[in-house]
């Protein structure tokens, strides 16, 4: 019997297709890897079914100095037991920052009970009254004010002159004043002898900027200085200042000008 030529070219061509052997290999490695899989998928939901609620915040370190660490930790609300897991990184550095003291801060947990709190806090140089109702608030080298705190009158220089909006938590001064403030923070941190005797200084306003007044605590004589506060200037304004009260001068002049590379004496009017 013939047989039709396509039926033959079609069983010829399915006897030339070879079927590729299994893998072995390959389906012993899934296999094993799907095992991995689930051995890891049940220890991960055995650690945190069972072990992970069990793990308390238990050591805080905080890097830095605070006023008050039991106070801080209550804000936080870190003074009572937590989940060492329900602790959110993100969240509780945001709460740091509010507090108006801290320049900046991090937050940085470290497994399996600990937090490391780093803490920047801000850099007083003065205080400075509210021009309207005439509390008083510390201000830092970058003009920023903050924290309204009475105690402080004896250990900043008092800053007087200057306005600002407390539209936000924390209100910037012009940052016209930002180099007056820098050289004040120069001051205390390069002289705190110096620093320690100035009483107060008023800015007064010009056309073309500022000028500053300046007041020693052992002397009554006004000091005018111009924008920039040098230590050289002031030592050499006190020098100025030593000397009227040795010659029994002081009762006779009421400001010491230091505006000009010439100093000028001021006598006081009588009967003004």
Known sequence: MLQNVSDVWLSNSFAQQSVPPRDDGLRKFLIVSNALLLVLLIAQLGFYLGIAPRLYLENIEIHGSVESREGLLSYLGLDQPILFFALDEKVLLEKILTIPEIR?????????????????????????????????????REGVVFSRNVSARLDYPLISGLSWEENHQNPVLSKNYIQFLDDLYLIK????????????????????????????????????????????????????????????????????????????????????
């Open 104 to 140: 900046s801060a991090s937050v940085q947990t470290r497994f399996p009970n600990a937090v490391i709190i780093t803490i920047d806090k801000r850099q007083a140089v003065g205080i400075v009254l509210h021009p309207e109702t005439n509390q008083m608030y510390l201000v830092d």
């Open 189 to 272: 941190t390069q002289d705190v002898t110096l620093y320690d005797l100035i009483s107060e200084v008023k800015v007064q306003s010009l056309q073309s900027g500022f000028s500053l007044m300046l007041s020693f605590i052992h002397n009554k004589i006004k000091v005018l200085l111009p924008p920039r506060l040098e230590i050289a200037t002031l030592k050499q304004a006190l020098l100025f200042l030593d000397l009227l009260q040795t010659e029994s001068l002081d009762q006779t002049v009421d400001e010491l000008d230091m505006r000009t590379p010439t100093a000028v004496f001021r006598k006081i009017r009588r009967g003004s």
